[in-house]
């Protein structure tokens, strides 16, 4: 099935670095969202977005919905340890409701 | 409970035979989604349901795949004459009739290995 491509692929930054990632689509998409995955967990929503060009913040993540609707990037700021994990985008089309994942980005923090 | 649960956590079987996997919703969400998650890889989309019909099963990857939700509640994904390629994680997620479209709940999944 259709996956969106996420980069980096992997990083690792030291605690207390920005980190930056992005989703692109060859497709347009309503609806944005960022999931985290921990080791053996399911995916846990960070952020939604629901209109191009909307910047949306929840505490140090920051994301936003690009304008032409194909793409997505998320921020975090002032990494710390346990934002270890999986990143994923993940988006809707049309009028379907169900999600396309991306690839996902592997987030790893040294101390 | 207070989140999705799946069983069993982990399922190891042999080529050839059947297999159920189980998803009990947050109670009271009435959509319910399955995924499978392979490997490196993102989720990727099996079944949506809509309380007891399935309202999308596109994502099914061919007829040895079958899922039901009978009373609208619990889910049971079912796949017969396994095949290697068929090892992954299954995810289930859920979400109440007044949430947005992707705010889903997931479960900690199914991991199913087939030898």
């Known amino acids: 099935g259709q996956q969106l491509n996420q980069s980096p692929q992997s990083m690792f930054i030291q605690e207390g670095e920005d980190v930056s990632m992005n989703c692109t689509s060859s497709s347009i998409f309503n609806t944005w969202l960022w999931y985290k995955q921990d080791p053996g967990e399911g995916p846990v929503l960070l952020i939604a977005l629901y209109k191009a060009g909307e910047l949306t913040s929840n505490g140090r993540l920051t994301a936003q919905f690009g304008i032409t609707r194909k793409d997505s990037f998320l921020n975090i700021s002032a990494s710390i340890p346990s934002d270890v994990g999986i990143y994923f985008c993940a988006g809707i089309g049309g009028t379907a409701s169900k999600l396309t994942f991306g690839t996902g980005t592997r987030l790893q923090v040294t101390l | 409970g207070a989140g999705v649960s799946q069983t069993p956590s982990n399922k190891v079987t042999e080529k050839g035979k059947y297999v159920e996997l189980r998803c009990d919703p947050i109670s009271g969400h009435t959509a319910l989604y399955w995924y499978r998650q392979s490997l490196g890889q993102g989720p990727e989309f099996l079944i949506y349901f809509q309380g007891t019909g399935a309202a999308d099963d596109s994502g099914l990857p061919n007829d040895r795949f079958f899922a039901v939700r009978p009373e609208g509640s619990v889910s049971t994904l079912k796949i017969q004459r396994t095949e290697r390629g068929d090892s992954a994680v299954y995810l289930c997620?859920?979400?109440?009739?007044?949430?947005?479209?992707?705010?889903?709940?997931f479960g900690e999944g199914s991991r199913l290995t087939v030898l």
């Open positions: 997620a859920s979400r109440a009739d007044s949430d947005p479209p992707g705010e889903l709940f």
